[in-house]
């Protein structure tokens, strides 16, 4: 899905990227796709480091796709500023992250569930990205024209055990510092499922599940790129162009 969602917003630039890498679990997908969208004479691909480095030559490529890995950084100012560094002048960065409202029914199930059992909360989820704050990572990157926008899919499962399993199997079980170190019990994991089961499921019982993906671009600086006109220096009014729309 995100790797056709990539090659969509690329065949709408009319640019093309003689160097490009691609960062993701699993890049091979992504890298296939853009072979197709073509314009590409070098695709690199890589696997997200366990850490927060990225270890890229400086101003290598002429863009760089980052594909749901932005979530798993913690010092995300910092991974972007790496990512730039290893553009081209001119050169794009794209990235997804799961951002904002994922799995917020999962997330109010935990906490509810937690409450009910102990009277209190630990920290469970690490903090998701708003679609607004990824524009201004963008250029305290030091990136140029951000743009971003969120992509929201409801899917849906049979249970809320089968969704806590997958969630588990791609390895995104809760990774917080501050997170209770006491085992969690089959009667808590069975009162998160009851909660879910009672405030999101569908008539014919299978539950939902909200994921909402941020897409954001921004540019390295170079001098061809479009710049921003001084504060007063426009030649007509907006009342005036609004009058007339009128």
Not at 14 to 30: D, E, R, S
Not at 35 to 57: Q, Y
């Amino acid at each position: 899905m995100v790797a056709a969602e990539l090659g969509d917003r690329l065949s709408m630039i009319l640019k093309h990227f003689p160097k490009a890498l691609v960062i993701a679990q699993n890049p091979q997908v992504a890298a296939e796709t853009l072979r197709l969208v073509g314009g590409f004479e070098i695709l690199d691909v890589m696997a997200p480091n366990d850490g927060d480095e990225v270890k890229l030559p400086d101003s290598d490529y002429d863009a760089i796709f980052s594909l749901l890995d932005l979530h798993c950084v913690n010092d995300v100012p910092g991974h972007l500023a790496q990512l730039a560094r290893g553009l081209k002048p001119d050169g794009l960065l794209l990235v997804a992250c799961f951002a904002g409202d994922t799995l917020f029914e999962l997330r109010e199930s935990w906490l509810q569930s937690e409450i009910e059992i102990t009277g209190g909360v630990s920290p469970r989820v690490a903090p998701m990205i708003g679609v607004r704050e990824l524009g201004g990572l963008m250029q305290r990157a030091g990136l140029a024209l951000p743009v971003a926008d969120l992509d929201r899919t409801i899917v849906r499962y049979a249970d809320a055990f089968t969704l806590m399993g997958e969630v588990k199997s791609f390895g995104y079980s809760n990774p917080l510092q501050g997170r209770s170190a006491k085992l969690v019990s089959k009667k808590f994991i069975s009162k998160v499922a009851e909660h879910y089961q009672s405030h999101f499921s569908d008539e014919d019982g299978r539950v939902r599940a909200t994921l909402e993906i941020a897409w954001a671009m921004a540019w390295k600086p170079h001098e061809s790129q479009p710049k921003p006109l001084k504060p007063g220096s426009a030649s007509h009014r907006l009342a005036d162009i609004l009058k007339d729309q009128a």
